[in-house]
């Protein structure tokens, strides 16, 4: 297995009284990669130039007019994006709410660590593999053939990159910001963190070379970046295992995500609540078995115009969920009405976002 290292990038900071992008280590160690004739792979699991445009005046940020997120800004080409509904508009000059001259871009995506790379290291063949970059036919195909070819000295891309590729020459995996995801309101979070980092370290070392990986990150002492940097499987597991007892989530429990969908917020809100109500009245005689929790909003309210409210129904008695679960499905009844109400059931969620 490749030798991992964790680069606290609070420290990082603190030198350079900025927040950097690249630490030395990561500089030092692409610079030595370029040097020799091998190549790197850097991951960033987030496309785009800037996660998002503000105004230091106001603090406002622009926002999708369908969804409940910001917008993605793009810089090739120059375009505000959302990843949800794929609306697109053009960066404005000014602050749509106060008239501020100067919008400030937050975040960091593939397009700017490009950019840098490209600034940073000048001789180097840098290739950039995400949803932007492959839409054509056959681009990817192209890209990792260039990448065989020995072609490119540098591969940066998002989650595609994360697995599946043997090139015997990449002795040097970077991961830019392993933060990304890592707190994201899904219990699930912690467990894709871990998965990424695990399968992106094994695209090193993979040729009589060997490989080393450095993960650059801000919480140096979460779990799932320790048990990745170690490849201990079991000890993230174990820590993973007790963090779903209290309060319970899967494996420990078995578990339907049911989302009410609707064109009003209120309409959306009062149905999410009756059928949770109603739920529970069925339910009462097994209240020790199974638990309905919620209604709430979900953790992206609004998706492509739709305002969305979610309930949990947990339970270890499998039959009984599904009782619950088809009750549910049968018995509410949906207004069918200008609201456009739906209700989607999600037995064992991959995820509740």
Known sequence: MPRVRIVDMRQAARKDKGTPIFSP????????????????????????????????KCGHVCGCPNCSISLTYHRTPERLVCHYCQHKEEPTPRCARCGGDTLRRRGLGTQQVERLLCDRFPSARVARMD????TGKWAHADILDRVGRGDVDMLLGTQMIAKGLDFPNVTLVGVIDADVGINLPDFRSSERCFQLLSQVAGRAGRGPKGGRVLIQTR????????????????????????????????????????????????????LAARAAERLRRALAPHAGEISVVGPAPCPIERVKTRWRWHLLIKSTNTALLTRACRFLVERLDVPKDKSQLRVALDRDPVSLL
């Open 219 to 270: 919480v140096p002492s979460h779990h799932a970046v320790v048990c990745a940097v170690a490849h201990d499987y079991s000890k993230f597991v174990a820590e993973e295992l007790d963090g779903r007892r209290e309060p319970v989530y899967p494996p420990m429990t078995r578990l339907a995500n049911v989302v009410f969908s609707g064109l009003r917020e209120n309409e959306t809100q009062r």
């Open 25 to 56: 280590q990561l500089k030092e160690a692409i610079t030595q990669r370029l040097e020799r004739g091998e190549q790197t792979i850097l991951f960033l699991n987030r496309r785009g130039y800037s996660t998002s445009l503000q105004c230091p």
């Open 131 to 134: 949803v932007d970059t492959t």
